[in-house]
């Protein structure tokens, strides 16, 4: 394996066409970030339509330290502009009306369509006329719960039109998590489609849509229009016959078929001119704290961002064919299948189904149809597909391929090698890029043709992205060393608060570090200067990619009645980079067998969703706890792995347990 040392340099012919092209042309333009944001921004900003002109006063203010009042982040503010105005009718203007936005690639490979960029501001502005005439206003929070179809797009773009706040959910999260997200941001619209294939999985969405609406109803909260895709009989279903929908449960008065409504709205619809400053988007993310956070996303900054990360990140040229792979319901699916694309008015492929349907070669399949220069995944998806014979990537022509993208989690350097050598040959550039939900994009990533590659190292800052690293005392570590990841000043894409909870956006996020934002990762800076991310500090899970926090899970285990107290820790798994592993003390009356263990998967699957499905489930009559009461979960985490170097336990209440639990662990685990 390599070591940090180990270098992979950029293909010379990759480095020549970037926008950047070397380590110094990179240090340049990150210096001119830090030391003049004004400039740099306003540079990139002039791209872009402003209806109201941007005041070079008021280009960047912001305050990181609880100290000294209350945080806040403002870029251009008092500039107006609308992002899908900038998306689309900038776009066609300028000439690219005929180009494609969006291969779209069904579930099934007979499944295929694309829309130009005109044709989609024609449809965003039929969606958008048709909310209007819903009753939806500007700053109105619009519910939205899709597949990887090219309405979700145009929903997301009609509500950003008519300045909507879009809040979507991604459609693997249960009924339960979805009412609980309409609830807090209060939607009254909500967007779906009757269904969607996924792989030879069919999801009713409608049905769990309609779960969620019946539990808001109960909670004295109606949502009043649901719009819903006519989906499932335009495509193929995987044994090759068509379903039908008549079954979709449909409510009067409530409930609209897209394919009664949409079609007969005029094509256009005059943008609503935004601030800067006013709210595009919010979306939920894990807290380590029960209740989800609905990161909230500005409009002025968030474009300058994605649009800029998106360009240099990727390199991507005019007529290049990128392909992201991420949901749309997540952060990545916002910012990189959506708004950075489109802002740069580029072709992408959008695909709706898995990496194993019709077989464990699609992914390489699509790219080949597609010829795709930039490809953009997930290393639980690398780490999946490198379990199948190499012969299923090399029967491919992916001689198109240009950059590789990674996201979601660190990368391990097995999966990056395999990823550098048999999906690249050794002639692509691997972007590890780390970011949050919150970041709105990426914030450390190495630049395609400028940067020396490691495996496994997200490398450097992003321009105007300034990270530190700090010790538990809140001391700079300068050179090399690990230790908190933060950063000491906003870039435009940074979230501006969290949806009507202000004061948690403060706690969460600037209380530990007066003065700094703090990302909840550890990091390592190496001898080169290279950022290592090295993953959570706090108590939060990464399941494929999907975060999640303990404190959630073991909430929902504690809501069964069998269950006295549940204790939640990560363990290492090959494929989903970590899985759940849960020990329950079972209530006096509640026997732990099979029917608990099946009764216990199904709760996390309902409140939460599928991906949450603990792996392994131990019984634990009593758990390792300080004379205080906590929880030693450090202990819990070598039990999971079954390392007996637990290290100092002087502090427990009883010791015996850890004994007992070493030797109860189950036959699965
Ligand atoms: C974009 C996205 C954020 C958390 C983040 C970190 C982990 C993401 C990473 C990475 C190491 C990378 N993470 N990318 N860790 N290297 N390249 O994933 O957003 O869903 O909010 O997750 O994911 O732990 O804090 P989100």
């Not at 399949?365 to 597909?385: D, M, W």
């Amino acid at each position: 394996m390599p070591s940090e040392k180990t270098v992979y340099q950029p293909n010379p012919a990759l480095s020549k066409i970037a926008y950047v092209s070397s380590l110094n042309q990179y240090q340049e333009m990150y210096q001119r970030s830090i030391d003049n944001p004004e400039d740099f921004w306003g540079e990139i900003a002039k791209q872009f339509h402003w209806e109201t002109p941007i005041d070079i006063n008021k280009f960047f203010r912001y305050n990181f330290d609880v100290t000294k009042g209350p945080i806040f982040t403002k870029w251009l503010d008092g500039a107006t502009t609308n992002i899908s105005y900038n998306l689309l009718d900038r776009n066609v203007r300028n000439g690219n009306g005929d180009k494609v936005a969006f291969y779209w690639e069904g579930n099934h490979p007979d499944d295929y369509s694309r829309l130009t960029y005109k044709k989609l501001l024609e449809e965003v502005c039929r969606l958008s006329n048709v909310l209007k005439s819903k009753g939806v206003q500007k700053g109105d929070r619009v519910a939205v719960y899709m597949p990887m179809i090219l309405e979700a797009v145009v929903t997301i773009l009609a509500c950003a039109r008519i300045g909507a706040v879009h809040s979507l959910v991604f459609a693997g999260f249960s009924a339960d998590s979805f009412a609980e997200r309409i609830l807090d941001c209060e939607a009254r619209v909500l967007i779906t489609s009757d269904g969607v294939w996924r792989g030879e999985k069919l999801l009713q969405l409608k049905n769990i849509c309609d779960q969620s609406m019946a539990r808001c109803a109960q909670k004295g909260h109606n949502v009043e229009t649901c719009i819903v895709v006519s989906h499932l009989q335009r495509v193929t279903a995987p044994n090759g016959t068509q379903i039908k929908t008549n079954k979709t449960p449909m409510q009067e008065g409530r409930d609209v078929w897209w394919h009664e409504v949409v079609p007969q709205a005029s094509t256009s619809c005059y943008p609503e001119w935004m601030q800067a400053e006013d709210p595009l988007f919010m979306l939920y993310t894990s807290g380590s704290t029960g209740k989800p956070k609905g990161v909230l996303h500005t409009t002025g900054g968030y474009l300058l961002y994605a649009a800029t990360t998106f360009k240099y990140v990727f390199d991507y040229h005019p007529n290049d064919v990128y392909w992201c792979t991420a949901d749309i319901g997540w952060i990545t699916g916002h910012t990189y299948v959506v708004y950075g694309p489109l802002a740069n008015a580029a072709t992408s492929v959008l695909y709706e189904g898995t990496p194993f349907y019709p077989d464990n070669d699609r992914f390489w399949e699509v790219v080949s149809k597609y010829k795709v220069s930039q490809f953009y995944t997930a290393p639980t998806a690398i780490r999946a597909l490198m379990k199948f014979d190499d012969s299923l990537v090399k029967k491919h022509d992916l001689s198109t391929l240009k950059v590789l993208g990674s996201v979601g989690e660190p990368i391990n350097p097995e999966a990056w090698l395999w990823y550098y050598r048999l999906v690249g040959h050794e002639k692509c550039s691997i972007v590890d890029t780390f970011w949050q939900t919150e970041t709105g994009g990426h914030v450390l990533t190495p630049l395609p043709g400028a940067c020396p590659m490691k495996p496994g190292a997200a490398s450097f800052p992003f321009f105007g992205v300034q990270p530190v690293l700090l010790d538990e005392s809140g001391k700079e570590i300068k050179g090399e060393g690990e230790g908190y990841l933060v950063f000491s000043r906003p870039w435009p894409g940074l979230m501006r608060t969290l949806y009507n909870n202000h004061d948690r956006y403060e706690s969460t996020y600037f209380a530990k570090f007066p003065g700094y934002y703090c990302t909840g990762d550890g990091a390592r800076r190496d001898a080169d200067g290279y950022l290592w991310v090295t993953g959570r500090v706090d108590d939060m899970l990464n399941v494929s990619g999907h975060l999640m926090s303990t404190a959630e899970v073991e909430s929902v285990l504690t809501e069964h009645h069998g269950v006295a107290e549940a204790a939640v820790v990560a363990r290492p798994h090959p494929v989903k980079g970590e899985c759940l592993y849960c020990f329950i003390s079972t209530t006096d009356t509640a026997h732990f067998d099979d029917k608990l263990l099946k009764d216990l998967k199904q709760l996390v699957r309902e409140r939460i969703g599928p991906f949450a499905q603990p792996d392994v489930i131990q019984d634990a009559p009593a758990l390792p706890k300080t004379r205080s009461g906590k929880i030693m979960r450090r202990i819990l985490r070598k039990i999971a792995v079954n390392d007996r170097d637990v290290g100092d336990i002087s502090t427990l209440a009883d010791s015996a347990v850890v004994e007992q639990l070493f030797s109860a662990r189950p036959a699965n685990a």
